[in-house]
């Protein structure tokens, strides 16, 4: 497993953005997922970027949220835009993904921290 560190959360207006940043110690290309945990519900898939530099994203996010990386710096980003309440949870990324739906937690061996995303309204 590959370790993970996921930064760039915190507390931010509806309306607003944050851009998070994942990365990898392993300086080679993966396939990246993003994740969102809010309390009481299960962990969901938000966006993925492929090997092969193809994206996809969860309908609740889609035109809002931007995944890309960073080769070079071993980064994957997730931008978002137009915050909501909803938003809200404890975002990771996670790698090692053994295939199957891209959505699916239990599809990927490596996990982040964790950071927290707050949207207020």
């Known amino acids: 497993q590959v370790q993970l560190v996921e930064s760039g959360g915190g507390s931010v207006q509806a309306g607003g953005s944050l851009r998070l940043s994942c990365s990898r110690d392993t300086n080679s290309r993966a396939f990246i997922g993003w994740f969102r945990q809010a309390p009481e519900k299960e962990r969901e898939g938000v966006a993925c970027l492929t090997l092969g530099g193809r994206s996809y994203y969860a309908d609740s996010v889609k035109g809002r949220f931007t995944i890309s990386r960073d080769n070079a710096k071993s980064t994957w980003y997730l931008q978002m835009n137009d915050l909501k309440p909803e938003d809200t949870g404890i975002y990771y990324c996670?790698?090692?993904?053994?295939?199957?739906?891209?959505?699916?937690?239990?599809?990927?061996?490596?996990w982040g921290q964790g950071t927290q995303v707050t949207v207020s309204s």
């Open positions: 996670a790698s090692d993904f053994r295939g199957g739906k891209w959505t699916d937690a239990h599809a990927y061996d490596s």
